[in-house]
């Protein structure tokens, strides 16, 4: 299956809203301002959010739009435009004049998926690389488990603290075992936290922190794993964990189920944060690389 097709079946269920939704209010009807209200309710009511949907609709009014014109018309419009949207915020985890090692510091809110996204990485990034990941969520012996049982499986080494242990000082430690035994890369995981819980993300403040000091001059990289099930409140994510840990990179999961894709592009317009990958599955090969246009399409279920 390729990228675009493992987009579509994973973005289904907003694909079908959108273009059923699009077609039904064009089909056999000339554009005029009650379609277009109606295609502005069908792009608010998928996640596109109210600045994304006022500059698609803007688009549409600004288009010489005859008689003839036909939904297919309209959903490549709005594919295209969503894809000049996306494309600014196109971005590989690892760029061509990155200098190693590199640390990956994963964040984000209970159960959107970071543990199971780290395992899915490895595989990416490993290419004969040396891959330490570091357990810091010390509180929660089953997500250690997890964690070393990913690790395992995709060759990395795992390294762990004492349950209980402070965060901070196994994320330190894991920095100094990086430097000494010549590492490429270090993915360290943190307990899942809600974001307007200010205890937590203090927490996760002082692992930066203490990251900082041991890797001066090492490449630090914060991704942000956000829940594609969580719609709009993706939104509001972005905007705390961004203020208080400069987030560098996203990663979006499950959007094989009944996820809506449509507020990734209101982050995408809002924030100037890269996406990386969007994850459509559990297993080890469902993690892809962003693609802006063949998300767009996917989307709005249009053949290339």
């Known amino acids: 299956m390729n990228i675009v097709n493992k987009f579509r079946s994973g973005l289904i269920k907003t694909s079908n809203f959108l273009t059923s939704n699009i077609i039904h209010s064009i089909t ?9 209200q109606d295609i502005e309710t069908t792009l608010i009511s998928a ?23 036909d939904s297919t018309f ?38 959107s998926g970071k543990t199971t996204t780290i395992g899915k990485l490895i595989k990416k990034i490993r290419n004969n690389k040396k891959i330490l990941v570091a357990a810091c969520d010390t509180f929660r012996a089953a997500a250690i488990d997890q964690l070393k049982k990913w690790s395992k499986s995709q060759g990395a080494d795992f390294f762990q603290g004492s349950i209980n242990q402070d965060p901070a000082s196994v994320a330190y430690s894991a920095c100094e075992m990086t430097k000494n035994e010549k590492y490429d890369y270090l993915i360290i995981d943190t307990a899942g936290r809600l974001s307007n819980n200010t205890n937590l993300l203090n927490q996760l403040i002082k692992i930066k922190s203490v990251t900082n000091k041991s890797a001066i001059n090492l490449t630090i990289k914060t991704i942000l794993v956000l829940d594609g099930t969580n719609g709009s409140n993706m939104i509001s994510q972005v905007e705390t964990f961004g203020k208080s840990l400069d987030v560098t990179g996203l990663i979006i ?15 995408a317009k809002k924030y ?33």
């Open 28 to 36: 056999s009807k000339k554009i005029n301002p009650e379609i277009i």
């Open 47 to 69: 996640d596109l959010g109210l600045e994304v949907t006022d500059h698609l609709i803007s688009k549409i009014k600004a288009t010489k739009i005859n008689d003839h014109v």
């Open 74 to 111: 309209i959903l490549k419009l709005l594919s295209n435009e969503i894809s000049q949207i996306l494309l600014e915020r196109e971005e590989n985890i690892i760029k061509t004049d990155d200098i190693l090692p590199i640390i990956f510091l994963f964040i984000g809110v209970n159960g």
């Open 253 to 267: 999961t499950k959007l094989d189920g009944t996820a809506k894709g449509g507020a990734l592009i209101s982050i």
């Open 272 to 304: 100037q944060i890269p996406i990386h990958f969007v994850g459509l599955g559990e297993k080890e090969d469902d993690l892809l690389e962003f693609k802006a246009n063949e998300f767009s399409q996917s989307l709005l279920n249009i053949e290339n």
